[in-house]
Structures are given as structure tokens and as C-alpha cells.
């Protein structure tokens, strides 16, 4: 009893050297090494991950061959979108519209015919300011720090107030359970639910992988340019400060970061 | 009058009583054995070292919970990473991680799943390997 | 005090057979909604909103209407609506119930509708909307049943009624300018991107509100022998007319700034409604009646000879709440999607089983509101006969 303080000391400074332990046992080093008993080829590896500031995305329309929908095909196939077969019930994270129909303002009867008949890839244009964003009740679409849009498919209730928000018609409402619909499903990214609204999320689980986004990968003739918009030397940002380009809407404050090069 | 009370009364009682008491004396004397789960699938007995993500108390009684804070961390923070508690490192992905090994949804999941009573909605969007329609 | 509703008519339990009937099938239907998705309905990817939507729009104000009761009588001392104020209250609950049920059953993921109240998002104008319904619900189920409630013992009400009733005012205006801002703060939508989006429902409220409660005051003399009041009526049908024509003023400052300005995105939107884009004339007709009928109702509703005449009032009131009804649900939800941002005309036709729901949850409303007012005039009744006994035995 007499010499308690002491014994307590003792053991309180033997506690603190066992928490100090697991740090020892396993260095810093270690952690690098990501168990995956996946067969996917590409496994996690924080290193890889690519990451920026500000995502953006430049369409170079004119690049693009008659007819081709590489990128669509392979954005549908990796995300599982489905296909309803009738324009009312339509998902779609990425088509294709006519010159007239994207930049409603900036079209007239006078421009030349290849323009008219361009067809101009759109998808989501990851708003920096998004309407979609600020009005969804439960954050189910929020807005991460490197600037994607993403969508919550577990939080959303499906009210579709950000499809009214959107002003660019980018968003999707499953109207009906889309799994007997997908063509071929692909195993390693999960389907969607009847009730809730989807749209592009910029491939952000193949960003994080060191991968370029669907569309970008498979456009062959190497349309869409993908980068971070903060990166000063990064290709997006000299293409965009070299050619003039659009962008959707401009005028309505949503910032949008698909720049169109016309 | 009374008399007609008092029997409507314990109508009503008894009629309560045994309502209330179903679910024990239902089914009394049948038993209904534990699930019994099946870990043989060709990932699993590739494996060297047979351990799951944590051991099987902790799943047993917090799988959904964990799931819960992968699929938060996934979505919501972009944290792809689950730090076990002996140290080694997983994706935080249901059907990248779990159900790689487990991919015996049937003879696994829905054994325990279908014993107790739950449905549980992860799999009408999270498809299993192998289960691909 | 809700025994009285147990009792009534033959033609009373007739009608609430006929209620329960279209509920029942109205829920068969939500049934098969759940079942298979939203998709059983007419909304397609270009026109997320329909019926349910416009409903709810129209109901708001329809339970914002309460407050033109309670104004004058508990602001400004106007005894003639001493009588009717908890019959706008309770109108207002019905109202309120049927909004709440229309937003539940437009939802994708209705399992998951707690999630607004667990991940509270104050950016969200929706987030707000529910807040003001649900605490305006709340507000009309207490004045409306504890006044009635005091009224049938004979004692004053409690005190702390009189500033509830008081926040009822301002809260009333608030339920109805959130739903406007619902529609008004989209940056992508020219039709609804207007500042008088607000003030616009707030006129129409006011028209159809009152309107529809001069008719049931007016079933009410008829069947339940329960009489509002002359004066209370005739001035009720002064704030339909003041009401309706401000609203009518709003559609026409609005088309002016539309056509005049000559903005094509702005434009076109109108244009659909009454004359039809690039074919597609799905509305037309049915704007073109509202307008006639907005106009006819006006015209009789200024003349104060007509107006005075019950037969003819009775039919203004019907014309404004089906004119009302028409442009606010069909031609402002509806109309905001066509065309698309992208220019595409989608018209939006609703399906079967999404009419059988709606028509179930109008049914579900006039429960309510067919319970409540019953237990209203029965009250009213057993007041008036205690009054008349004592007055009878006072000249004995």
C-alpha cells in the first residue's frame, strides 16, 4: 500500500510503451501493400490515384468520325446504364446532340453546314457552381473538393428536384428497375435501383486507379481531353487557352467545365 | 345484460391471449436448426492464408455496420481504405473485396439473412461476381 | 368531440362509401407504383414533374387560403368570420394532408423519405418546404380543434392559442412563397425564372381558397344545416373577386414581358400553352378554358347583383377553383419542362393508374375534410341549440 504511486507509475509507463507497439511492428512501409483478393488487373494503389483540383473535360467535336459512339459504348458498358428501349423512360450519362440543340444561343441559320450537322458529345457538365447540388434535400448529390459532382444512389429519394435544376437535362431518373436492361453487366461496378437519379460521375473509381475516364480512353481519335483546369501546364489547360471554345449556358452562373471546341 | 359482458369480456381475453402468445406456442416443437454457412468457393480455397477482413465474431455482429461506414467512405469521402484491426489493409468494396471470396451469395449471405428475417437492398445494385445475369 | 363524425345521414354515410371506394382503389394503384416504379406514370426523362406535382402545388395554396379567414377576424376584429374561421383552419389541415401525400407518392425511394430529416440540407428550398408544411399542419390541427373544442364547452379559449394563431398568418404566406421559390431559384427553367412566381401563387391561392369554401359554406346551408352567414359569404366572395383579378393581372404582366421583351427561350413556353410548338398542342385547350373561365368567373364576381345571387355565385366559384386548378397544376409544372433545355418538345400525358391514385388521394382529403367539418356543424349545432333553449327559457 505504501508504495502504490509507484507501482502505478510503473505500470502506467509500461501502457504507454505498448501503445507505441503497433506503430514499431508495423512501419509506415508496410501499409503500402493493399490486400486485394481481387482478380480485377487493377488493383488500389494509392500512389496511382490521380487527383487534382478542378476536373474538366474539352470536346473537340470536329474530331469526331460519322457515326462513331466509342465513348458512349464504353461509358454505358463500364456503368452498367441500362437501355429501355423508348425515349420516356431513356438513361443516359452521355450522347450526343445536334450544334443547335447544345448551344441554342449561339446557333443560327447561317452557319455553315458542318457545323449544323456537327454532332456534339454532351454529358454532365461537373457545374463548379451546381444547381443540382444546392437544391438536392439530402445531399444526395454533392460536390467534392477536386470538383466532381457526385451522386449518393443509397441517400437518394428519388424527388428529382435536381433533374428541374439542371439546366442542361444531364440527369436520368430510373423510372422503372433497370437491371433486366443493362446489355451485359459489368461485374465490378455496381448497378442502379428503380427510384433514384443518375448521371456521369467523371469515372471517378477509374481516376483513383491512375485510369482516364471511359469516354476519354476510348475516343480514338482523341476528341475528349481530360485534366485538371488549376494545373497551369496541364493539356487541357493550353488546349482551352489556345482554341476558342464554348461552353453550355455560360450565362446562367453554373460554370460549367466541359469546354467545347468549335 | 351483465351476464353477456362479462362473456363477451373474456372472448375478447382469451381471443388477446392468443394472439399475443403466436409466435411462442406456433411451430412448438419444430426446430429450426442454424444456418449453416458454406465457405467453399474457388477464391476462398485459393487462399493461403484463410482469414476474413475481421474474425468471425465481430462480422457476425457488425458486418452491416461495417459495410455501412465502407459505403459512406467510398461515396461520400472517396476513402477507399479499411485499416483491419491486426493491421492489413482492404478496399472498402462489397462486391471488389467481400464478395470475391464469398461468392456464394446463396449458401452464404442469404443463409443467415433468410434465417433471421432481413432483406437486406445492397444486392439489388451490388451484383455478385459470378452471379452475372 | 370525434364521436360526432360516427353519426349522420344516409346521404352523409353514402358519401363517405363512395370516398373510401376511390381510396381503396387509389392505393391498388400506388401498389402496382411501388411495385414497378414511377415509370407507371406519364413522367418520362424530359418531364420529371406531373400530376402528383402539380397537385401539390395547387393544394399549398389551397391551405395558404385559411389565413384570408383569419386575418380579418383576429387581426381586425371582423366578427361576420367569427363563425368560419376554424372551418378555413380546418380546410387548411385537409389541405395540408393531401400535400404531404402527393410528395410522398411522387417519391422514387418513398422507404427512404426520413432522409430529409436525418441529412438536413438548408440549401435545399425542399428542406424548408417541408419544414413550413409540416409546423403550418401542425399549427391549423391545434387552433382549429382546440377553438372548436372551447367553443362547444362555452369557455374562452387558452391563452396561448391567440399568438398561435397570430404566427398562423405569417406562416400561412411562408408555406406558399417556399413553394414558389421551389420553382423560382432553378437557373435552367425560363418559365418559372420569374420574381412574380411568388406573388403569382399567392393571388391564385387567395381566389381558389376562398372559393372553394363559399362552396362548401353553400353545401354546408343546404345539407348540414349549418348557415355562415350572409355577410360572412358576400365578403368571402369580395376577396375571390379582388383575388382573381390580381391574378389574372399577373398571368397578363407576365405574357407581356414575355412577348414584348420577345426572348425566345421565355417565349416559348407560353406559346406552348396557348398556341401550340411545332405541333404539339397537348395544352392548349385546356389553357384556353381556364382563361375563359377566369374571365366569365370575374365578370360575375364584379357585378355586385350577381355576385349577391347564390345560384351564380356558387357557379363563379366552381369556374375559379377549376380555372385556378388548370393553370396552376397542368400549366405551371408541366409547361416548366416543355420544351427541354436541349429544345426538345416531350409532352406529358398522364397514365390510368396515375389519375386513380391521384382522384385517391383528392378522396383521402375530403375524409378528412368531410369528418372535420361534420364534427364542426354538429358542435356548431348543439351551440346554437343550448343558445336557442336558454333564450326560449329566459322568456318563460
Known amino acids: 500500500m505504501t508504495s502504490n504511486r509507484r507501482e502505478f507509475l510503473k505500470i502506467a509507463g509500461a501502457s504507454a510503451l505498448t501503445l507505441m507497439a503497433p506503430p514499431i511492428l508495423c512501419p509506415a512501409w508496410a501499409k503500402e501493400k493493399i490486400i486485394s483478393v481481387s482478380e480485377f488487373p487493377n488493383a488500389l494503389s494509392p500512389s496511382k490515384a490521380l487527383t487534382a483540383k478542378r476536373w474538366a473535360m474539352a470536346v473537340d467535336a470536329s474530331k469526331c468520325p460519322a457515326g462513331c459512339v466509342d465513348c458512349i459504348a464504353a461509358c454505358h458498358g463500364a456503368h452498367n446504364v441500362p437501355d429501355f428501349g423508348n425515349p420516356k423512360d431513356e438513361v443516359k450519362w452521355i450522347w450526343q446532340e445536334k450544334f443547335a440543340a447544345a448551344f441554342p444561343d449561339e446557333s443560327h441559320s447561317y452557319l455553315r453546314e458542318s457545323l449544323k450537322q456537327l454532332r456534339l458529345t454532351v454529358l454532365c457538365n461537373q457545374c463548379a457552381n451546381p444547381p443540382c447540388v444546392r437544391v438536392c434535400p439530402t445531399k444526395a448529390t454533392f460536390q467534392r473538393p477536386d470538383g466532381i459532382v457526385m451522386m449518393d444512389y443509397h441517400r ?73 483546369m488549376e494545373n497551369p501546364q496541364s493539356e487541357i489547360r493550353l488546349l482551352v487557352g489556345k482554341r476558342f471554345n464554348l461552353r453550355r449556358r455560360a450565362n446562367l452562373g453554373t460554370q460549367p467545365q466541359i469546354y467545347y471546341i468549335v | 345484460m351483465k351476464k353477456n359482458k362479462w362473456g363477451l369480456i373474456i372472448l375478447g381475453l382469451v381471443i388477446f391471449i392468443v394472439g399475443v402468445t403466436f409466435p411462442f406456442w406456433y411451430g412448438k416443437g419444430k426446430t429450426t436448426p442454424a444456418p449453416s454457412l458454406s465457405l467453399d468457393t474457388p477464391v476462398i480455397a485459393r487462399l493461403q492464408n484463410k482469414k476474413c477482413v475481421e474474425d468471425t465474431a465481430f462480422m457476425r455482429a457488425s458486418h452491416m455496420k461495417l459495410l455501412g461506414t465502407w459505403r459512406d467512405g467510398v461515396v461520400r469521402e472517396g476513402n477507399r481504405l479499411h485499416t483491419a484491426r491486426d493491421g492489413r489493409i482492404f478496399e472498402t468494396s462489397l462486391s471488389g473485396t467481400c464478395l470475391k471470396c464469398h461468392s456464394n451469395k446463396q449458401q452464404f449471405c442469404d443463409r443467415c439473412h433468410n434465417y433471421v428475417g432481413v432483406k437486406p437492398t445492397c444486392f439489388s445494385c451490388h451484383n455478385v461476381p459470378g452471379e452475372v445475369k | 368531440m370525434l364521436e360526432k363524425a360516427l353519426k349522420g345521414s344516409r346521404g352523409y354515410w353514402i358519401w363517405i362509401s363512395f370516398l373510401l ?72 389541415v385537409s389541405a395540408v394532408i393531401m400535400c404531404v401525400i402527393f410528395i410522398f407518392v411522387d417519391l422514387g425511394q418513398p422507404s427512404r423519405v426520413l432522409n430529409v430529416l436525418l441529412y438536413p440540407a438548408p440549401t435545399s428550398i425542399l428542406f424548408w418546404d417541408m419544414i413550413v408544411l409540416s409546423g403550418y399542419l401542425l399549427i391549423n390541427i391545434f387552433t382549429g380543434w382546440i377553438v372548436l373544442s372551447c367553443d362547444r364547452k362555452e369557455i374562452p379559449p387558452p391563452r396561448w392559442i391567440k399568438p398561435l394563431i397570430y404566427l398562423s398568418i405569417p406562416w400561412a404566406i ?153 393553370e396552376k397544376g397542368l400549366g405551371l409544372v408541366v409547361t416548366g419542362f416543355i420544351p427541354s433545355p436541349l429544345e426538345k418538345i416531350t409532352e406529358y400525358v398522364p397514365t390510368g393508374t396515375e389519375i386513380a391514385i391521384t382522384l385517391g388521394i383528392w378522396a383521402v382529403g375530403f375524409l378528412i375534410l368531410t369528418l372535420l367539418y361534420r364534427i364542426f356543424v354538429a358542435v356548431r349545432r348543439d351551440i346554437d341549440g343550448t343558445n336557442d333553449r336558454s333564450v326560449t327559457n329566459g322568456r318563460n
Open chain 1, 156 to 228: 437518394c429519394i428519388g424527388c428529382r428536384l435536381c433533374m428541374a435544376a439542371c439546366p442542361y437535362g444531364a440527369r436520368s431518373m430510373n423510372y422503372r428497375d433497370p437491371q433486366p436492361f443493362i446489355g451485359k453487366i459489368n461485374p465490378d461496378f455496381p448497378t442502379r435501383t428503380k427510384g433514384v437519379v443518375e448521371k456521369c460521375n467523371f469515372c471517378e473509381e477509374r481516376l483513383v486507379r491512375g485510369l482516364k475516364p471511359a469516354c476519354v480512353q476510348a475516343c480514338k481519335e482523341k476528341a475528349l481531353v481530360f485534366g485538371d
Open chain 3, 21 to 92: 371506394a376511390v381510396i381503396t382503389i387509389g392505393f391498388y394503384c400506388y401498389l402496382q407504383q411501388l411495385d414497378y416504379g414511377l415509370g407507371v406514370t406519364g413522367m418520362s426523362r424530359d418531364v420529371s414533374w406531373g400530376l402528383y406535382i402539380a397537385q401539390f402545388t395547387f393544394l399549398v395554396g389551397i391551405a395558404a387560403s385559411a389565413v384570408m379567414l383569419v386575418l380579418p377576424y383576429y387581426l381586425h376584429d371582423y366578427k361576420a368570420f367569427g363563425k368560419i374561421t376554424i372551418l378555413g383552419e380546418f380546410l387548411a
Open chain 3, 174 to 326: 411562408s408555406i406558399h412563397t417556399v413553394t414558389a421559390f421551389i420553382y423560382a431559384g432553378l437557373p435552367g427553367r425560363s418559365f418559372w425564372l420569374t420574381a412574380i412566381m411568388a406573388p403569382r401563387f399567392l393571388a391564385s391561392a387567395f381566389a381558389s381558397g376562398p372559393a372553394l369554401l363559399i362552396i362548401i359554406c353553400l353545401i354546408l346551408k343546404r345539407y348540414g344545416r349549418f348557415d355562415a352567414g350572409e355577410k360572412a359569404i358576400s365578403t368571402l366572395a369580395k376577396i375571390v373577386a379582388y383575388a382573381l383579378a390580381a391574378s389574372i393581372f399577373f398571368v397578363l404582366v407576365e405574357l407581356f414581358t414575355v412577348f414584348y421583351s420577345g426572348l425566345p427561350e421565355h417565349a416559348q413556353h407560353f406559346r406552348y400553352l396557348f398556341a401550340g410548338l411545332e405541333g404539339h398542342t397537348n395544352l392548349v385547350a385546356w389553357m384556353w378554358t381556364s382563361a375563359v373561365l377566369a374571365f366569365a368567373a370575374l365578370g360575375i364576381l364584379i357585378i355586385p347583383r350577381i355576385r349577391r345571387k347564390e345560384g351564380w355565385l356558387a357557379v363563379a366559384c366552381v369556374a375559379v377553383f377549376v380555372s385556378l386548378w388548370i
